[in-house]
């Protein structure tokens, strides 16, 4: 799977036993039959072309770990003890991409959240790549006959700079 999922596309066999044999010595029928095994699985579909097949994963490696772990944890007697167990085992950068796919599953949240630095941050979709991302709450010194958004020059929602008119998604957000 890992050679199907590093080329994004569909192989063949003889593409990814020319992958394997840059590493060790392997048979073309070996790569064939587990190419095979994976498509009767449905880990991969596979289409003819010519005298042979080009296989394509059937979902993402991300798609396949989660999906492990779901039935890992789903197995466990007693839930909330495998997960406090699992969590312990995790690094610091674990722990923070956790902490991420939480927040990005959740939603933004209401109101600011402390960021790493001490200070407020709020998580904002980034619709480019679908990620969440933390951004420093900005300041601003209200004065008494305008608003901050007057105050800046700046389009509501919009950072320094940018121009309204050329969102890619064309939301004018």
Avoid: C
């Avoid at 005298?51 to 059937?58: K, T």
């Avoid at 312990?88 to 630095?117: N, T, Y």
């Avoid at 407020?120 to 004065?143: F, I, N, Y």
Wanted: charged share 35%; hydrophobic share 30%; no cysteine.
């Amino acid at each position: 799977m890992t050679r199907v999922w590093k080329w994004n596309r569909p192989v063949t066999v003889r593409e990814v036993l020319e992958d394997l044999q840059q590493e060790r010595s392997i048979a073309y029928t070996t790569v064939m039959t587990v190419l095979d095994n994976l498509h009767q699985k449905g880990w991969v579909r596979r289409e003819a072309e010519g005298r042979a097949y080009r296989y394509e994963a059937v979902s993402t490696r991300a798609a396949y770990s989660a999906a492990l772990m779901n039935d890992a944890w789903s197995q466990s007697d007693n839930p909330a003890a495998a997960l406090v167990a699992f969590f312990g085992m995790m690094s610091e950068e674990q722990r923070r991409a956790l902490r991420d796919a939480v927040r990005i599953v959740q939603g933004p949240e209401e109101g600011p959240e402390q960021g790493a630095d001490g200070g407020e941050t709020r998580v904002t979709p980034d619709v480019a790549d679908e990620k969440r991302v933390e951004k420093p709450l900005e300041k601003s010194v209200d004065k008494p006959d305008e608003k901050p958004d007057e105050a800046s020059g700046e389009t509501p929602g919009k950072e320094s700079g940018e121009n309204p008119d050329s969102d890619p998604g064309g939301t004018g957000r």
